[in-house]
């Protein structure tokens, strides 16, 4: 009977995390990258083709980190592709006199198995209080933040399925 239930308990766990939403990023609408470590370099090291491209993709690892992280509380099987029009990541260089705080406008659809779009649009999220708590690491705390708080407010209004909607529709 213990086997039994252990096994049981085991299948649910397992299940329960192995189920998730996925994301894909594409970047090549976005060009900018010089704006996007302008503030976060000084003026020497801002013409510095290398420090740019190794920043072009350590923001486009993170942010794809971010988003797998963010759509996990998406049902299996559920897809949100994006499209990075622009963005500005928040300036947190001490040299800096200019603030900028984190902004990024994207194109989205989001698709269920079938590759049938569930919802699509554009937004343009930015935040200029810079909360920056999210629950997982992240070189970009703020603008992990501002994407989390836009996916959950998707889900509040119904716009994007969560994993419970999704096992209380397949359990029917």
């Known amino acids: 009977m213990k086997k039994i239930i252990g096994s049981s308990l085991f299948l649910i766990l397992v299940s329960g ?19 996007v470590v ?11 083709r290398a420090l740019i491209e190794r920043s072009r993709e350590t923001v486009t690892k993170e942010f794809t980190y971010i988003f797998s992280r ?8 559920v897809k949100l592709e994006i499209d990075v029009l622009d963005l500005a990541l928040k300036n947190n260089s001490d ?4 603030l ?3 902004r990024f406008n ?15 649009g554009s937004e343009q999220l930015k935040d200029m209080v810079m909360r920056g708590n999210v629950m997982f690491q992240t070189v970009y705390p703020a603008e992990a933040r501002m994407i989390q708080d ?15 909607e999704r096992m209380i529709v397949s359990s029917n």
């Open 100 to 102: 900028y705080w984190p």
């Open 17 to 35: 995390t192995a189920l998730a939403g996925e994301a894909n990023i594409n970047w090549s609408k976005f060009n900018n990258w010089e704006r």
């Open 95 to 98: 040299s800096s006199t200019e």
């Open 106 to 120: 994207f194109t989205y659809n989001l698709k269920n198995a079938k590759g049938e779009i569930l919802a699509s």
């Open 38 to 48: 302008q503030g976060r370099l000084n003026d020497d090291s801002f013409n510095d």
């Open 70 to 77: 963010l759509t996990n509380d998406l049902p299996d099987g």
């Open 150 to 164: 836009w996916l959950k407010s998707q889900q509040v209004a119904g716009n994007f399925p969560t994993k419970q």
